[in-house]
């Protein structure tokens, strides 16, 4: 019999959700509330462009080659994905990717030392 390959599944609770909410800096409330409302890698978060949006069918589309695998797909977004989405909406310098907040691509893959000194970028994305 063939093994399974064992994978790392990790869930936050909603107190460990809580606390990163209140820990992180309040612009990146937003798209912490995005990740945790749709499971997205911070890959995803950070390609994803308002074009790719539908408001009205609540889904975000993922480009071909933005995503792990490479495929495009649709993710479904509830209300607090929604939310967080209206909550940044015209907010950007670049009415372009979602995540442009006062014309700056917000930094969620960079480690910081304690006193918030970038380090280098996480390998995560």
């Known amino acids: 019999m063939l093994r399974e390959p064992k994978r790392r599944i990790r869930f936050l609770t909603r107190e460990q959700a809580n606390g990163l909410l209140q820990a992180a800096p309040e612009h990146l409330a ?3 509330r995005y990740a ?3 499971g997205c890698r911070m890959g ?4 994803l462009e308002w074009r790719r ?3 009205e069918r609540q ?3 993922l480009e071909p080659g933005t995503t792990k695998n490479g495929e495009g797909r ?3 977004l509830n209300q607090e994905a ?3 989405l209206r909550s940044v909406r015209g907010q950007h310098f670049l009415d372009r990717s979602v995540t442009y907040l006062s014309g700056i691509k917000c930094d969620l893959c960079a480690r910081y030392t304690p006193s918030g ?8 994305c």
């Open 30 to 32: 937003p798209v912490i």
């Open 44 to 47: 995803e978060i950070l390609n």
């Open 36 to 38: 945790l409302s749709t």
């Open 53 to 55: 949006v539908d408001f």
């Open 117 to 124: 000194v970038p380090i280098s970028r996480a390998n995560s």
């Open 82 to 84: 929604l939310l967080a």
């Open 59 to 61: 889904v975000a589309w």
């Open 74 to 76: 649709g993710i479904p």
